[in-house]
C-alpha cells in the first residue's frame, strides 16, 4: 500500500515543507510544477500538494496519510487526528488585535454591538465563548484581516502573527494570545496501524533532519601525547569517537558532533591543543 502526505501548495511552509522532506531523503521527482501529486524516488510513498487549511481534514478523513501543517489549523478544523511531533518551523500565535486609538483594552471591552474580523471563526467563537461573550458577530474572511477595522468592517480582529510587524504597520495593538502555533506532522489514525512501517519510516526520518539541526561533525588527527587536552575542549554531544591511526601511531584520528555557533570557537582551541587536519562536516540527519 502507498503512503500519501499532504503537504502545503503555497505559502509560508510550503518551502520548508519540501525542503524537510527532501533532507529526510524523500526527494520529490517534480515539485517545481506543483501538480496536485508528485511521486517521491521512494516508490511507496507519494505526495500530495494542497491548501494547508484542507490538510487537516483530508487527514482525518483518509485521503491522505499524513500531513504538515499548522497547529492553529488543525484546531480550527476540530480534526480528530494524531499529532505526531513538532516540525521546529512556522512558530506564529494567534492573537486578539484592535486599533490603537481604539477604547478595546481587553476581551472584556467586547460588546455586542461590535464585531470581530477573523479568518478562524471557529476559535475565534470558542475563545470568545470561554470569556463570557456569547452574543457578538463574528466575520469570517478568507485574508488580509489587518485592514477590515480601517474598512469598517470590524472592530477588532483575530488574526495570526509571528512578530507583530504587520499589525504595528495596521496600526493594531494586540490585547490577547489566544494560541501559540507552529507546524506539526500529522496521520491519520487508521493509517498508524495498517501503515505503521512506512509512517515510523517517515517519522525516522524527519525527527533525524531535526536532531541534526545546525550541527557540525568535526575531524581531527592527534597526538596521543596531546589527548586529554583536546577532550578537556570538546563539547560533545556524548564525548568524542576515538580510533586507532594505523599507519601512524602515535597520533589518533577524532570525531565529534557540536553545535554550529561553538565551531569558530572551538576549531582555534583545538588547534592550540594540539589537533591537526581539522575538517569541518554538516550533518544531514542524526537518528537516535
Do not use: C, W
Request: hydrophobic content about 40%.
Amino acid at each position: 500500500m502507498k503512503l500519501k502526505i499532504a503537504i502545503p501548495s503555497k505559502g509560508r511552509i510550503s518551502d520548508p515543507s519540501i525542503e524537510i522532506l527532501e533532507r529526510a531523503g524523500l526527494r520529490l521527482k517534480d515539485s517545481t510544477n506543483r501538480k496536485l501529486m508528485s511521486k517521491t524516488f521512494n516508490p511507496n510513498i507519494d505526495v500530495m500538494f494542497t491548501r494547508a487549511s484542507d490538510i487537516p481534514t483530508f487527514v482525518e478523513e483518509g485521503i491522505v496519510d499524513m500531513g504538515i501543517t499548522g497547529h492553529d489549523l488543525i484546531k480550527e478544523k476540530d480534526a480528530n487526528v494524531e499529532e505526531l511531533f513538532d516540525l521546529d518551523f512556522g512558530q506564529t500565535k494567534l492573537v486578539l488585535a484592535s486599533p490603537e486609538t481604539s477604547d478595546i483594552k481587553s476581551v472584556n471591552d467586547l460588546t455586542s454591538d461590535m464585531r470581530v474580523a477573523t479568518e478562524f471563526p471557529n476559535l475565534t467563537k470558542k475563545y470568545l465563548e470561554e470569556n463570557g461573550i456569547t452574543d457578538i458577530e463574528i466575520v469570517k474572511l478568507a485574508g488580509s484581516t489587518e485592514i477590515a477595522p480601517l474598512i469598517g468592517i470590524a472592530d477588532a480582529i483575530t488574526d495570526l502573527t509571528s512578530t507583530g510587524t504587520t499589525l504595528k504597520t495596521n496600526h493594531l495593538k494586540i490585547i490577547d494570545t489566544i494560541l501559540e502555533s507552529s507546524i506539526k506532522l500529522i496521520a491519520n489514525k487508521d493509517s498508524l496501524k495498517e501503515k505503521e512501517n512506512l509512517i515510523n519510516a517517515v517519522e525516522t526520518g524527519i525527527k533525524g533532519v531535526i536532531n541534526a539541526g545546525n550541527k557540525k561533525l568535526l575531524l581531527m588527527n592527534v597526538n596521543k601525547n596531546d589527548l586529554n587536552k583536546v577532550k578537556d575542549v570538546i563539547p560533545a554531544m556524548s564525548g568524542p569517537t576515538i580510533s586507532e591511526i594505523l599507519s601512524k601511531e602515535d597520533m589518533v584520528a577524532v570525531q565529534t558532533v557540536v553545535d554550529e555557533e561553538v565551531v569558530f570557537t572551538l576549531v582555534n582551541n583545538l588547534r592550540l591543543a594540539g589537533a591537526k587536519d581539522i575538517l569541518v562536516v554538516p550533518i544531514e540527519r542524526v537518528i537516535n
